[in-house]
């Protein structure tokens, strides 16, 4: 053997010696009450120890004092012991203990609430019974039956305090004869002998249902269930309560009487005949529908007028839905028909509860539709609701309902009470009623409601409101927060929010707005009535500044400030300034549009042409053109040559007299007067024209520019519209160079018309 292997078996050798040489336990001890003891029961504890030592004693860990019988003995009074308890000694040289577990309990008691069954799948019998309470220690139950050569069927009683035994019967058996016992180590209780007819306690099989067909008002359970047997049918609506019936056991049983569009849940449980045997476990649940059915129910229709700027009147018509029962099925459409001229008929969906229509006059009726067909119509008149003057009184009988009181519309009436949240007509609800009073409930503290009450008559109808009733109120949580809608140097005009409907905390009844001068360090507050939400303030004074502030009160007072909202108001100097700015912007903006337009020679043309015909039409002075210096060796008169067109003509041409007078209207400018007049000594073949005089004048403040480059636009214009002054431009070239002497050398006259040959 290797060394490896020597040394651990030498170190488990060595283990075993030791244990061996220890043999026997250091202690031992006993309870003079034994193990399980009676509750409540006082006792003593003894330990002997085998060695001298000191000795110690523990309870659940825990040291306690004990007494010395002899040198090796000691003791301990337990007294009232109630629960289960541990003790242990041990010498405190050595830490081996010993020890004993003390369980407090009962004894059992006679036995009681015996129920034998035979079942009828097995043919064996079991038989229950109970022992009373639970004895907390171990006990034994044990059943004998009379003629049965077993020597007993025993079990333990569960936690619960049941005793139980199954055991086979013979066939020839008819009675049943049994014995009970029941015992534990605090004692034991016998009872019998209980006598069982076995016909009468036969128990069958739990049955099935496979599967249930429903149709809208009956339904049909199939089962697994024999004709020889007895049956209980027990059938409920969701969070309903059972309703039962007894039947003689068929493959199928029809539930009749039952509601449309309704979940049921169905059981069943059987038994041998009505007389004998006992009833069979109930079956598992089995849950169907029954089928949809057309509404045999009107809706509950009621309308409201809305006020808005529209020839027709326009009503809101508003209908409740109807519950599951009066629905017999699930709802897919709302029909409103409007019958006028001709009837119209509009589909809404199934979550709509309300509908715009506007007629001046008009009936219309409104039903519900489901799978199974639609409802009977409602119908219902639009017109305005005449206004009754009666009081309608009211008083808050807690936080959530309302009582209301009214005089007598019209005897024999019924009474429409509707109610919605200030502002949220979409919110609206309504009863009817047959008497002069009504409590309307659910309301939301510190809500504001409108509320009205019309009364129904054949006569006509008529309408007395309340607006402003909550069941509690206080002053509202938030206040208002102003904007500015315009200001001058003297008034403003600001407006400001609702109040969110859940910050009212009740009705409001008006606004104070507050203005607070910066400088004066005064304060003014105007007073707006609800539910107005702007205010016009004038006599401000300009140039100061302010700061403003809106708050709202209900009847149980003023609410905190809104948001602060500050401005100033502009003074004279300020005002002018700004006038001036604004009119110096205009003008110059006007001219750099003008300027970028007259760029285009487009516009320039145009542009001068027709500004020429506004002026005055002044004619320049030939007098300073070179020809008339050549010329002046005639005095007072110039003749011009006229063109030989025919060669045939031997008379002398026309002469043109040219006479220089002055301008009257000017004393700078002189003016050539040219006459030009035909011979009466033409010959006989040519035609005799009447002599015409012609004036033409010719202005000495300008000169024609251009040229032969000039186009033929300015020529046609030259030609239209004679001669004109240059206008000078801060924008324009001009298209007639100003100043100097004109010269008869640029401008030319054209005497086509009086040397034209005939």
């Keep these: 053997m290797s060394s490896e292997c020597t040394w651990p078996v030498l170190v488990t050798f060595h283990f075993i010696l030791a244990a061996g040489a220890r043999g026997e336990t250091v202690c031992t001890v006993r309870s003079s009450g034994g193990k399980e003891v009676l509750v409540g029961s006082s006792f003593s504890i003894f330990c002997v120890f085998n060695k001298q030592c000191t000795k110690i004693i523990f309870r659940d860990k825990k040291e306690i004092e004990h007494a010395s019988l002899n040198s090796s003995a000691v003791s301990v009074d337990v007294k009232n012991l109630t629960k289960f308890n541990t003790f242990t000694c041990k010498c405190k040289e050595d830490p081996e203990p010993c020890g004993i577990d003390i369980t407090p309990g009962y004894p059992p008691s006679i036995p009681e609430n015996l129920i034998c069954i035979r079942k009828t799948e097995s043919g064996n019998v079991s038989c229950t019974w109970r022992t009373g309470r639970d004895t907390k220690i171990m006990t034994t139950c044990q059943l004998w039956v009379k003629g049965d050569p077993h020597h007993g069927y025993k079990s333990l009683m569960n936690s619960t305090g049941f005793c139980s035994a199954t055991f086979p019967i013979t066939g020839s058996m008819s009675q049943l004869i049994v014995t009970l016992n029941v015992s534990n180590s605090l004692g034991s209780e016998t009872t019998g002998p209980h006598n069982f007819t076995l016909s009468n306690i036969v128990k069958p099989s739990r049955p099935n249902i496979s599967h249930v067909e429903c149709s809208t008002r009956y339904c049909s359970l199939h089962t697994n269930t024999h004709s020889t047997h007895l049956l209980e049918v027990q059938y409920r609506a969701e969070s309903e309560t059972w309703k039962s019936l007894q039947t003689k056991a068929e493959s199928n049983l029809n539930i009749s009487s039952l509601q449309p569009y309704t979940n049921y849940e169905f059981q ?343 500004c020429k015909c506004l002026l005055p039409r002044v004619i320049p002075d030939p007098a300073n053109s070179k020809w008339a210096k050549d010329c002046a060796i005639y005095e007072g008169e110039i003749k011009f040559p006229l063109h030989q067109c025919d060669s045939s003509m031997s008379e002398e041409p026309d002469t043109v007299d040219v006479e220089e007078v002055p301008n009257p209207s000017s004393s700078t400018c002189t003016y050539i007067k040219s006459f030009s007049q035909e011979s009466s000594s033409s010959d006989t073949t040519q035609i005799t024209r009447s002599s015409d005089i012609m004036d033409d004048y010719i202005c000495t403040h300008g000169e024609i520019s251009g040229g032969e480059e000039e186009d033929e636009e300015g020529e046609e214009m030259l030609d239209e519209f004679g001669f004109f002054p240059c206008t000078p431009s801060p924008f324009l070239e001009p298209l007639f160079p100003c100043g100097g002497k004109l010269t008869l050398d640029i401008v030319k006259i054209d005497c086509s018309e009086f040397l034209d040959c005939t």
């Design 268 to 610: 069943i449980r059987r038994k041998i005949n009505r007389t004998v045997g006992l009833w069979s476990d109930w079956s598992l649940t089995k849950t169907a529908n029954t089928k949809e059915e057309a509404p045999d129910k009107v809706l509950d229709v009621w309308y409201l007028q809305e006020h808005l700027q529209s020839q027709n009147k326009c009503f809101r018509i508003f209908w409740k839905a109807l519950n599951k029962s009066d629905a017999k099925g699930e709802i897919k459409s709302y029909n409103i028909s409007e019958k006028r001229m001709q009837v119209k008929s509009v589909i809404v969906g199934p979550t709509r509860s309300h509908y715009n229509i506007c007629c001046s006059h008009c009936s219309v009726s409104v039903s519900a539709i489901n799978s199974g067909g639609q409802s009977p119509d409602k119908f219902i008149e639009l017109h305005s609701l005449g206004l009754f003057s009666g009081i309608v009184s009211h008083n808050s009988t807690n936080n959530h309902s309302i009582a209301l009181f009214w005089s007598t519309f019209t005897i024999g009436t019924e009474y429409v009470v509707h109610w919605y949240p200030f502002g949220r007509t979409m919110q609206l609800k309504w009863i009817r009623v047959v008497d002069n009073k009504a409590v309307i409930r659910d309301l939301h503290p510190k809500e504001c409601y409108q509320v009205a009450v019309t009364s129904l008559h054949s006569s006509g109808s008529l309408m007395a409101s309340i607006e402003g009733i909550s069941t509690f109120m206080s002053v509202p949580e938030q206040g208002p927060i102003p904007q500015q809608d315009w200001k001058k140097s003297d008034s403003m005009e600001v407006k400001w929010s609702e109040i969110p409907h859940e910050k009212r905390r009740g009705c409001l009844t008006k606004y104070t707005v507050y203005l607070e001068d910066n400088k004066k360090r005064d304060i003014k507050n105007y007073n707006v009535k609800y539910p107005r939400t702007q205010y016009t303030i004038s006599s401000l004074s300009p140039g100061h500044c302010y700061k403003l502030w809106v708050t709202a009160w209900t009847d149980a007072g003023e609410g905190p400030r809104g948001s602060e909202l500050p401005f100033c108001t502009t003074s004279d100097t300020e005002k002018l300034l700004s006038v001036v700015i604004l009119a110096g912007g205009a003008v110059l903006l006007t001219c750099l549009i003008i300027l970028c337009i007259c760029q285009f020679s487009s516009v320039q043309s145009r542009f001068l042409r027709y």
